[in-house]
Every structure is written in C-alpha cells, then in structure tokens.
C-alpha cells in the first residue's frame, strides 16, 4: 500500500508541530507547512517536506498546494488545517483592519484552501478534512471577540460541507480543543500590542491587571485544565485512520463541561459563568 499523505497548515510550532511528528511517526508522509520560510527549512532539517503557505496569500496558497501535488502525483489523502491565531481585546476596541486580517488568516485562507483540495479529493475517491477549530467555536468569552468570530464561522463552514459532502467519500470532522500547550499565548500577545491601543481604551485598567500582566509576566505553571498538544494528536489520528470519523471531537474537560453548560443553561447564567471562568 503507497504511504499516505497529509497536508498541514501552521506546523511552526504548537499543535501543528506535534501533529506533524506524530503522523510522520506512524508512517504518514507529512506535508508540514509553515508561512515563515526559516521554520520551513527547520523542518526540511527535520526530514519532513515542507511548502511555505501563508494563509492571508492566496498566490502562496495556491503554489504550496501545487508543490504538495508535484511530490505526490496529484493525489493527497487528507488536509488538517490548522494554522490560525488569536486577537485579544475588547470587540470595542479591536480595529476593523485586524478583524479583517485575522478573519484572512482563520477562515478564509482555510477556506481557499479546503475548495482546491476536494476536487483532488473527489477525483481519487477518498479523502479526510480536519478543521482544528475550538471550544470557543461554540461558546463565547470576553476579550476574545475576533477569534472567537472567526472559531463560529468555521463551525458553520464546516457543518454545511459536512452535510454537503455526505455522499460522497470525503469525511469532514471538527476538533475543539480547550487549553493546550503550545505559542498561542505569546503570538496572542504579539497580536494585542500591534493592534489593541488598551491604554486609551475604557478597559484599560481590566487590561492592565489582565490581559498584560498574564502577557507580560512569566506565569507559572500550567492552567489547571491545559493539556499537551499530543492530547489533539490522539483525536486526529482518530479522524484520520478511524473507519467511522467522529463529526466533533473535544479536548480538555472545559470542551466538555461548555458543551454541557450551554446545552442547559439560558443565556444570561451561561454568560455569568463564563464571566466568573
Ligand atoms: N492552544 C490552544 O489552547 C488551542 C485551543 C483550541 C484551538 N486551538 C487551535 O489550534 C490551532 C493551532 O494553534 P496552536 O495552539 O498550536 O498555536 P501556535 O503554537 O501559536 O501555532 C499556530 C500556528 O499557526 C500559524 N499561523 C498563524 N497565522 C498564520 C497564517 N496567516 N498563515 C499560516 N500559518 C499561520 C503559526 O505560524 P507562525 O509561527 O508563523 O505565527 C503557527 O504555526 C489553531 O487553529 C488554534 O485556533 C488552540
């Protein structure tokens, strides 16, 4: 049997990382991309293949797929889309341009993507979409507005392809981690001093004992509930090899609890827990 084939965005570091070494270890022929060509040529130094793609690039998109496709013959047994980040801040005072840029970055880049790859996928008559989605795309937290908007729309993507997609071979499953050990915090962070102008914001104060001080200060510790990376491996490789994939996938005890708690709870106590949380 030929040696399968993944292609997966935002393997830098974090989730993606991880996914990309642990399918490599169990045989998979690993397509591990990155948008910054240095993390590119670590991971060609690693043994994996490695095609820049930098999601907010549609050119990029484009030509990391076709480099993927001239390795494999034109074939690819499954996308694990990945690469995405967040952009903390108050929905007041986060500007429409970084809205719109990481809106590029989550959903649209994925999206682009994902379109030129099921034909392929049709066309060899199988093949596996994995979104990495959130807990925060079916819940909603304060100070998180842009990302959690962005976990929402792929929800909503994902489950009108899913259905659309049902007769045919392609299977198309969600993971929604909670915590997870990764760079997410410190990338946050980068994207909420370039874009958030918090000290003349009416949250200010907030920020300050918040959000900065948890960006700016070593924190110790893990978060009681923060799993390593491998915990979302074991879920993809469910949804990679499994005869029967899982529509969702959640990781982390607040993955379940949320899903629980927004399935009982009217709104206005579901908002004073997660408030509280
Ligand atoms: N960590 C968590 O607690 C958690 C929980 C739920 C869901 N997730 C999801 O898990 C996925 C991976 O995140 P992570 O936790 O592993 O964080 P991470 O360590 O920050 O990794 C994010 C990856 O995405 C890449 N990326 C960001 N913007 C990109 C763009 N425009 N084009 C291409 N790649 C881009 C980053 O590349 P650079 O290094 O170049 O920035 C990096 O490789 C994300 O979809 C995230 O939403 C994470």
């Not at 270890?25 to 130094?45: E, H, K, Q, T």
């Not at 609890?257 to 399935?263: A, T």
Request: hydrophobic share 40%; glycine share 8%; proline share 5%.
């Amino acid at each position: 049997m030929s040696q399968k084939t993944i292609l997966i965005t935002g393997c830098s570091s974090g989730i993606g990382l991880a996914a990309a070494r642990s399918l490599r270890a169990r045989g998979w022929r690993v397509f591990a991309s990155c948008r910054n060509p240095d993390d590119c040529n670590r991971l060609i130094a690693e043994g994996f293949d490695s095609p820049r793609i930098e999601l907010r690039d549609a050119e990029s998109i484009r030509s990391g797929l076709q480099e993927v496709l001239a390795a494999t013959g034109g074939k690819l047994d499954a996308l694990f889309n990945n690469g995405a980040r967040g952009m903390p801040g108050a929905i007041e005072d986060l500007p429409a341009a970084g809205l719109r840029d990481l809106m590029e970055s989550n959903v649209i880049g994925w999206h682009d993507l994902t379109r030129q790859v099921i034909p392929i996928m049709r066309a060899q008559g199988h093949g596996r979409i994995v979104q990495n989605s959130s807990v925060l795309g079916y819940v909603s937290m304060r100070y998180r507005g842009a990302y959690v908007a962005s976990k929402h729309a792929l929800e909503g993507l994902t489950d009108s392809m899913r259905i659309e997609l049902r007769d045919t071979p392609i299977h198309v499953s969600l993971i929604e981690p909670g915590p997870i050990t990764s760079d997410m915090r410190k990338n946050n962070a980068a994207q909420f001093f370039e874009w958030i102008d918090w000290e003349n914001s009416a949250f200010a104060e907030d920020y300050r004992n918040g959000l900065v001080k948890r960006f700016t200060e070593k924190q110790e510790g893990l978060d009681p509930f923060e799993l390593p990376a491998e915990a979302v491996c074991k879920k993809l490789i469910h949804a990679l090899e499994a005869n029967r994939p899982r529509a969702r996938y959640r990781i982390t005890k607040p993955a379940h609890i949320m899903n629980v708690l927004r399935r009982l709870l009217p709104t206005s106590l579901l908002d004073w827990v997660i408030a509280k949380a």
